[in-house]
């Protein structure tokens, strides 16, 4: 469903029909997010939104931004290793030492931050 802004804030309707607003449905509050686009740029995306089957611009967008986000995590949280290469780290967590004062105060910035 694509809403025009212009009723809510005065833009020129010309101004309006380049406005996209998007919605996210996964919680029970939602937020917007408004962008502007060229023409041009609208019409590919519509052209591919419409090839790939789906009803709205929204959805089609929506879409490819949770496939974007879940590779830019996956590239950033998780690590593939070689049975040889985890062998050898199981071996190293196997012998560690007592972990030292710049390595606690690093794993506590990081559970801090999230990690």
């Known amino acids: ?6 009723k809510r804030t ?14 996210k449905k996964r919680s029970a509050t ?7 686009i060229d023409s041009v740029r609208r019409e ?3 052209r591919a939104k419409t090839l790939l089957g789906y009803s709205t ?10 496939l ?11 690590m593939t290793l070689t049975n040889d ?6 071996v190293a967590c196997e012998n ?7 390595l606690l105060a690093a794993s506590k910035l990081a559970s801090e931050q999230g990690f």
Do not use: C, Q
């Open 1 to 6: 469903m694509k809403e025009t802004t212009a």
């Open 10 to 23: 005065g833009i020129r309707e010309s101004a309006a029909s380049e406005t996209l607003t998007v919605r």
């Open 30 to 36: 939602n937020h917007r997010y408004e962008m502007r």
């Open 44 to 46: 590919t995306w519509e």
């Open 57 to 66: 611009l929204k959805d089609y967008l929506t879409h490819l931004a949770d």
């Open 68 to 78: 974007d986000a879940e590779k830019v995590i996956e590239k950033h949280e998780k």
């Open 85 to 90: 290469a985890f062998d050898m780290f199981f």
């Open 96 to 102: 560690a030492s007592k972990p030292n004062d710049a």
